[in-house]
Nanobody, 125 residues
């Protein structure tokens, strides 16, 4: 399984970006997939997850109401729509997938088996 993240860039506070994570070697659905982010000098933090054929979604409190995770089975791609971006959203964003549909916590890195290479999001104030 390979994951290729894209869509990062520089945006002003209040702006929007959409990240994409193209999967190869396996379908996106129905497996658990997630987005994490890591700011310089900090741990990798949970952002959002989707699983169970897209029925269940999970969000970190810090992004709830601003970010939306979704999957496109036809394109075998996971998305993260990010609106109302803040400078504290600046980080490298990673997509990840589990070999399972569920059964693990969606909000911790150990719940995932494969990771993409990351895409940098920079939000200027």
């Amino acid at each position: 399984v390979q994951l290729q993240a894209s869509g990062g860039g520089l945006v002003q506070a209040g702006g929007s970006l959409r990240l994409a994570c193209a999967a190869s070697g396996r379908t996106v659905s129905p497996y658990r997939m997630g987005w994490f982010r890591q700011a310089p000098g900090k741990e990798r933090d949970f952002v959002a997850a989707i699983g169970g054929s897209g029925v269940s979604t999970y969000y970190a409190d810090s992004v709830k109401g601003r970010f939306t995770i979704s999957g496109d089975n036809a394109k075998n791609t996971l998305y993260l729509q990010m609106n109302s971006l803040k400078p504290e959203d600046t980080a490298v964003y990673y997509c990840a997938t589990s070999v399972l549909v569920g059964g693990r916590r969606p909000d911790v890195p150990r719940g995932y088996d494969y990771w993409g290479q990351g895409t940098l999001v920079t939000v200027s104030s």
